[in-house]
């Protein structure tokens, strides 16, 4: 009995999750400066962004999950994929162009 109703509770749980919103991780809300930035401050931006690149992974798991389930439309998934690669690109973006300003204060 007790096994059952943990099955239960468990199954409500993963339907409950997986039922749930995709939330389109917010980007980094900083990018050191490259003029000014210590290499200590580079490179735990450079883990932030890793992190990042995670999140939206997963964001985008979370769509094609939802999709692959009729939760969502092909085109709200690529409408939410389009949106969460934007984002990365222009932080990347960011990140990449004080790097280099970084680099070339250090060379």
Request: glycine fraction near 4%.
């Amino acid at each position: 009995m007790r096994t059952t109703s943990m099955l239960l509770v468990v199954s409500l749980l993963f339907s409950m999750s997986a039922g749930a919103d995709c939330v389109l991780p917010a980007p980094p809300s900083h990018i050191p400066d490259g003029h000014s930035a210590s290499e200590q401050e580079m490179k735990s931006a450079m883990h932030t962004l890793q992190q990042y690149n995670d999140d939206v992974e997963e964001y985008m798991k979370c769509l094609q999950f939802r999709q692959r389930r009729n939760l969502i439309s092909f085109g709200d998934e690529e409408k939410g994929r389009s949106l969460a690669v934007d984002s990365l690109a222009t932080v990347v973006g960011h990140f990449n162009e004080q790097v280099r300003i970084f680099k070339s204060r250090h060379s």
